[in-house]
T-cell receptor, first 113, second 113 residues
Framework: GNSVTQMEGPVTLSEEAFLTINCTYTATGYPSLFWYVQYPGEGLQLLLKATKADDKGSNKGFEATYRKETTSFHLEKGSVQVSDSAVYFCALSLIQGAQKLVFGQGTRLTINP | GAGVSQTPSNKVTEKGKYVELRCDPISGHTALYWYRQSLGQGPEFLIYFQGTGAADDSGLPNDRFFAVRPEGSVSTLKIQRTERGDSAVYLC???????????FGEGSRLTVL
């Protein structure tokens, strides 16, 4: 079946630290990959995406590269801020144009000043 | 409003009761999705509408769950004979077809006592 496994949280870092949140997937086809973020009191929102192998998605200083050989889509940021504190979800979709997403369990990130 | 609106934000009911959850998508979005998120887990797909019709309802857990979108805009998720295991946050999302981005509401938290 199709599934997404994320690094377990919670993750706590100091401001300006380097961030990596690991995500690996299992899929029967060639998925599109996504990172969604949920800030406190808000709905899930798309952070970045990649639709094919070796694509790099980036947004707000976050990056993730679609690695087919390792079936991974790790999220990275070079210098985190307090405002990055949120829950991060990795997800995949196998259907182009229809976002029937399979989500990981989420990773709660807390950044301390 | 500009975003996806869900009502009620919180619903507490007793086992065996009937519940309706409403979703008002972003104006002009033709696709609408329902997901369910249990505590500590990522969202799980329930059903997807394209216009008025349910294009994929493979995620509905059993026949107690039903959703409609009669005019291609607002959708209602209906749960009959609620069980304690139905307690979760029910998320609605909408999108324009083929954009690859879902816009989520803040969810309706259902608690079945």
């Amino acid at each position: 079946g199709n599934s997404v496994t994320q690094m377990e949280g919670p993750v706590t870092l100091s401001e300006e630290a380097f961030l990596t949140i690991n995500c690996t997937y299992t899929a029967t086809g060639y998925p599109s990959l996504f990172w969604y973020v949920q800030y406190p009191g808000e709905g899930l929102q798309l952070l970045l995406k990649a639709t094919k192998a070796d694509d790099k998605g980036s947004n707000k200083g976050f990056e993730a590269t679609y690695r087919k050989e390792t079936t991974s889509f790790h999220l990275e940021k070079g210098s985190v801020q307090v405002s990055d504190s949120a829950v991060y979800f990795c997800a995949l979709s196998l259907i182009q144009g229809a976002q029937k997403l399979v989500f990981g369990q989420g990773t709660r990130l807390t950044i301390n000043p | 409003g500009a975003g996806v609106s869900q009502t009620p934000s919180n619903k507490v009911t007793e086992k065996g009761k009937y519940v309706e959850l409403r979703c008002d998508p972003i104006s002009g979005h033709t696709a609408l999705y329902w997901y369910r998120q249990s505590l500590g887990q990522g969202p799980e797909f329930l059903i997807y509408f394209q216009g008025t019709g349910a294009a994929d309802d493979s995620g509905l857990p059993n026949d107690r769950f039903f959703a409609v979108r009669p005019e291609g805009s607002v959708s209602t998720l209906k749960i009959q004979r609620t069980e304690r295991g139905d307690s979760a946050v029910y998320l609605c999302a909408s999108s324009q077809v083929n954009t690859g981005e879902l816009f989520f509401g803040e969810g309706s938290r259902l608690t079945v006592l």
